[in-house]
């Protein structure tokens, strides 16, 4: 394992152990088994590691959300929506270790705005797939994100979370409706601003 990596690691098991405010330069430096120097070399400040750390998040989110979208291709390769049907399906069973880190380091990296530029444009990129590039209309696109980030933050934050059978019945819906979307806009979801 590279430093940076091994670095990246230790931030996220002192997080897991003892949560986001007992994140200290000297304590990751400790865990990871490197002078604080060693770790200066790295990462020069909190907010360095900080931005390591949602980088890192994001870049596996993303790397899933293409394995699961390439598993639903393989299943039907003219399908639409496939982006949509494997942001759901990566909320489909909540991941309570991940979700713990993850919480943990977007409330840290809250507290510096800047440090969550990427995670916006992430967020953004997302959404430019699921609205332009999946095939469907952009109400049924813009759905499946909503769906898909709310079971997320109810996960991250345990905001009173459904059952696992209600969960199901609400991605099952979503799912069959993205099955079922021809990618043409219904009735009602033209923009009231633009012209006749």
Do not use: C
């Amino acid at each position: 394992m590279q430093t940076r990596e091994r670095i990246l690691q230790a931030a996220i098991e002192v997080i897991q152990t003892d949560g986001a405010a007992s994140l200290t330069l000297d304590r990751v430096a400790l865990a990871a088994g490197l002078s604080k120097g060693g770790f200066l070399y790295h990462f020069g400040s909190k907010d360095a590691l900080m931005a390591g750390l949602l980088d890192e998040t994001l870049t596996v989110l993303d790397d899933e959300l293409d394995i699961r979208e390439a598993r639903f291709r393989d299943d039907d390769p003219a399908a639409r929506g496939t982006f949509a049907l494997a942001y759901l399906d990566y909320v489909r069973e909540p991941y309570k270790a991940a979700a713990d880190t993850s919480a943990s380091i977007l409330a840290a990296a809250s507290l510096d705005d800047e440090l969550l530029a990427n995670t916006r444009a992430t967020f953004e990129r997302w959404q430019e797939r699921l609205l332009h590039h999946d095939g469907l209309a952009e109400a049924t696109g813009l759905l499946a994100r909503i769906v898909g980030d709310g079971l997320w933050l109810i996960d991250l934050f345990g905001l009173a979370p459904p059952t696992k059978a209600e969960r199901h019945e609400v991605l099952d819906l979503v799912s069959a409706m993205i099955s079922g979307d021809d990618g043409s806009e219904g009735p009602g979801d033209e923009d009231p601003h633009d012209g006749p």
